[in-house]
């Protein structure tokens, strides 16, 4: 079950036919735990689940290949495999797309049962829903062009299910990539195209722009493809600054899906890290207790790349003033003044000394390290400075 939604409501009733759409569209964003669902009914109720699923998807996708192929082959004039059919003909169309979508569903059972046999019911039918829509929509449309594009499109989304039923959501980029290219010598270039746009969703791009310009747009990250698709493999570029508004708007929620990112996200995963480490900066960067702020950016992510490879440079620089800020025993209280301080004068001194030099360390880093410890330096610096009159 995810959350009210239950795989066992699916019936041929109307709240069971919304049901199913739910599930459709569950299977389309979260295919593998759409397979986790399904895995939990008994053998008999998996394969009456499917069943009942492509029946209520039946009439959309018929009538997507209809208008597919009306549009394609009678505004557009794509070429005809079969001479003898009208192209303005709505009815000959419908039979065509008929026998299309029984066709699909013909390889859809066969693979699934395949599979079925193979690596388990759950998988090998959840497999078989998607290579029969798929195949339904591509035998159902005619014509090279058309044929090309959509066989593409839809395939390319088959794989990316069969790799999110796998559990494995990272192979969507090279997997377009690769495929795409293999693709594109073998069936033509609007085929390769096609295949290496669909895969990793790549087609979600100038929405995620949208989203990213003139200004992040946090209030609507809900609404953001990587909120509620699990696969998405090519990366969106940028994406942090909608996850710092988003959590700068919430920051428990905001937190949540940072670390969501980064557990279970793989081409996300970087522009999580970078969320995160720009919100813990952000956050050493308030308040007046030098020492706690040093110490929570000791927590700043590594790694092997990007600015990840400059973070244990960075964390030594910053034990380097959290060793001068315990020697002048400043901790959460201010400096003593000038007239009191005797031999702290001259700590305090090295202490700006060295919150200087580390402002002008800090701007050959990449981003976000650059301009956010660029920020947090000034104020550490000013707030010595007060400390100091």
Not at 9 to 15: E, I, L, P, R, Y
Not at 212 to 219: G, I, N
Not at 223 to 247: E, I, K, M, N, T
Not at 361 to 369: H, K, Q
């Amino acid at each position: 079950m995810i959350g009210r939604h239950d795989v066992k409501g699916v019936d041929f009733s109307w709240a069971g036919h919304q049901e199913a759409l739910w599930w459709l569209g569950a299977f389309y964003r979260k295919p593998k735990r759409f397979r986790k669902e399904l895995g939990g009914l008994s053998k008999g109720h998996q394969i009456l689940v499917i069943g009942q699923l492509y029946a209520h998807a039946f009439p959309y996708v018929l009538a997507l290949t209809v208008l597919g192929r009306y549009l394609g082959i009678g505004a557009l004039g794509a070429p005809l495999e079969d001479p003898q059919i009208d192209p303005l003909s709505l009815i000959q169309h419908f039979e065509e797309a008929a026998l299309g979508l029984a066709g699909g569903l013909t390889y859809g059972l066969g693979i699934g049962v395949i599979f079925g046999l193979v690596v388990g019911l759950a998988f090998g039918l959840s497999l078989g829903l998607a290579v029969a829509l798929a195949f339904g929509l591509v035998i159902g449309l005619a014509g090279e062009l058309t044929f090309g594009i959509v066989f593409g499109l839809v395939f390319g989304l088959a794989i990316g299910l069969s790799i999110g039923l796998a559990g494995n959501a990272a192979l969507g980029l090279a997997g377009g990539i690769a495929y795409g290219f293999a693709f594109g010598l073998v069936g033509g270039l609007p085929l390769g195209l096609a295949f290496a746009v669909s895969l990793p969703r790549a087609y979600y791009l100038p929405l995620h722009w949208l989203f990213l310009y003139p200004r992040p747009k946090a209030q609507a990250y809900r609404w953001h493809p990587v909120a509620w698709d699990d696969q998405c493999g090519v990366r969106f570029g940028g994406l942090h600054r909608l996850l710092v508004g988003f959590s700068e708007q919430d920051p428990e929620k905001g937190v949540q899906e940072i670390d969501r990112l980064i557990d279970e996200y793989p081409s996300q995963q970087l522009e999580a890290l970078r969320a995160k480490a720009t919100l813990m900066i952000r956050e050493a960067g308030q308040g007046g207790d030098l020492a706690r702020n040093l110490a929570t950016l000791q927590s700043l992510p590594e790694g092997k790349k990007g600015f990840l490879a400059q973070t244990p440079q960075v964390k030594e620089w910053l034990a380097e003033v959290g060793s001068i800020v315990n020697e002048a025993e400043v901790g959460s209280r201010p400096f003593p003044h000038e007239a009191e301080q005797g031999p702290h004068g001259a700590v305090q001194a090295a202490l700006m000394e060295r919150l200087e030099r580390l402002r002008d360390e800090v701007s050959g880093l990449r981003e976000p390290l650059a301009s956010e410890l660029h920020r947090v330096a000034e104020h550490w610096i000013a707030l010595v400075s007060d400390e100091k009159t």
